[in-house]
């Protein structure tokens, strides 16, 4: 029976444990606003809202000579100008403790059920020695898991935004490959790495996990770094996508390699000074791309050129 | 170890921060790209003395999220301009490899222990 192409898409989503874990990872510190901006009990409620619109501020807390004594809201301010108290002293509209208070150091979502169970809008911040350090609403903990969720998917998906699994259903054929073909110039380091970059992006773009992608770039790095150290005229690189594996495929069209045993000992090189210069050259290459994949042919012939495949299954 | 903390123990530059939030726990030096791509992990800090694009091209292959260059090089605008485009950290360090490496594994950085002997050549 026809694999799909969603299996190989499988491991793409972030998993849900690992936003949970990031959601639990998240502290109070992380989140709360630290410029605050703080009034004593007895100044008026005008300089509330005075503070509030200088500063877009919806809450504020109210500190003493002792510390915390109570904060003052928005609504505690529509209260005042209701009865037209704006001359009045914070005490007599502000809520004065117990207040809630989150902790610094605690989970945020330990804190937000705090503030859900309570209907507050916004709670004071007190550090291991209760002194006020912060301020967090509910606006600032929307906003901080919606970043970490963005951070999870940016991280892990860049290329969240297309669902190769439509794409290929689409596709209606006994049989669907995927071919992307690069070309290689001899002799060109500055470009040394743009297909290989290409093809792990194109990889990742179709739903492969990062580590298979991985894989795949560096052993197609190690080919193209070849082609670039020890071609006469450069050559291509052919990336063959199936259900079933992802086959590299590079040729050039001379030198070619005298004796290939010899050419995949590890260590055995007979690069340019320039190449190893470059960090390559060393006679890991053809070692490398052997590891990292799960099969590699080569053919070659003095004269006529070389030609590797390699091959990485996925998973079943 | 954050990239602010790297510098900050070995008395080095932060030249480029991608904006990921970074705690590195490993690390791998080499001025040989192909053993970087043969064994260091994903993830891991990358500690080179070469400076050109093949090193940004192996970070970003091998996904390095940041590499320190070692004995005060300063890699050249062009491969500052790669780094951004591909998004890894851009460290320096004054010293040598060996002492760059010394301090971080002092400071708490750590390798990726032994290899198995393989005769070469």
């Known amino acids: 029976m026809k694999k799909p192409f969603a299996l190989f898409a499988a491991d793409k989503a ?27 009990p007895d100044a008026t409620m005008q300089e509330v809202k005075d503070l509030m619109r200088q500063h877009r501020i919806s809450g504020v807390p109210v500190v003493d000579a002792q510390g915390l004594c109570g904060i003052v809201s928005l609504e505690d301010l529509i209260h005042a100008l209701e009865q037209q108290a704006l001359s009045a002293p914070i005490r007599q509209f502000m809520t004065p403790m117990p207040l809630v208070v989150a902790r610094a150091q605690e989970p945020l979502l330990e804190a937000f059920k705090r503030l859900e169970q309570h209907n507050v809008g916004r709670m004071p911040v007190l550090d291991g020695h209760g002194a006020l350090v912060g301020i967090v609403t509910h606006t600032d903990i929307i906003a901080s898991l919606l970043k970490s969720l963005q951070d999870v998917y940016t991280e892990d998906e860049r290329l969240c935004d297309c669902n190769p699994q439509y794409f290929f259903d689409a596709l209606r054929s006994d049989a669907t ?108 290459g053809l070692t490398n791309i052997e590891r990292c994949s799960d099969r590699l042919d080569i053919w070659s012939a003095l004269g006529v050129g070389t030609r590797l495949e390699i091959v990485f299954k996925l998973p079943a | 170890m954050t990239p602010e903390e790297i510098v900050a123990t070995i008395e080095g530059e932060l030249l480029f921060d991608s904006g990921r939030l970074l705690e590195l726990e490993y690390a791998f030096s080499s001025d040989l790209m192909s053993d970087v791509l043969a064994y260091a992990h994903s993830g891991m800090l990358m500690i080179t003395g070469l400076t050109h694009r093949q090193a940004i091209r192996t970070a970003e292959m091998a996904d390095i999220p940041a590499i320190l260059f070692v004995r005060g090089k300063y890699p050249s605008e062009q491969i500052l301009a790669l780094a951004r485009e591909v998004g890894i950290t851009l460290m320096t360090s004054p010293f040598t490899m060996f002492e760059t490496a010394g301090r971080l594994y002092q400071a708490g950085l750590k390798g990726i222990g032994k290899l198995p002997l393989v005769q070469h050549g």
Do not use: C
Request: overall charge positive.
């Open chain 1, 14 to 40: 972030p998993s849900l444990s690992k936003v949970h874990e990031l959601i639990r990872e998240l502290k109070v510190s992380q989140v709360m606003t630290k410029t605050l901006y703080t009034l004593p």
């Open chain 1, 177 to 284: 490959n995927l071919l992307l073909r690069y070309h290689v110039e001899a002799g060109d380091f500055a470009h040394g790495g743009e297909a290989s970059a290409r093809i792990k992006r194109a990889l990742l773009r179709i739903g492969a996990s990062p580590r298979l992608a991985r894989r795949v770039a560096i052993a197609a790095y190690e080919a193209e770094i070849n082609l670039i150290i020890h071609t006469n005229r450069g050559g291509s690189v052919l990336v063959d996508v199936t259900p079933q594996e992802i086959r590299v495929v590079v040729q050039d069209s001379g030198p070619g390699i005298p004796d290939v045993e010899e050419a995949r000992r590890p260590g055995f090189s007979t690069a340019s000074p320039r190449a190893r210069e470059m960090g390559f050259g060393a006679g890991m």
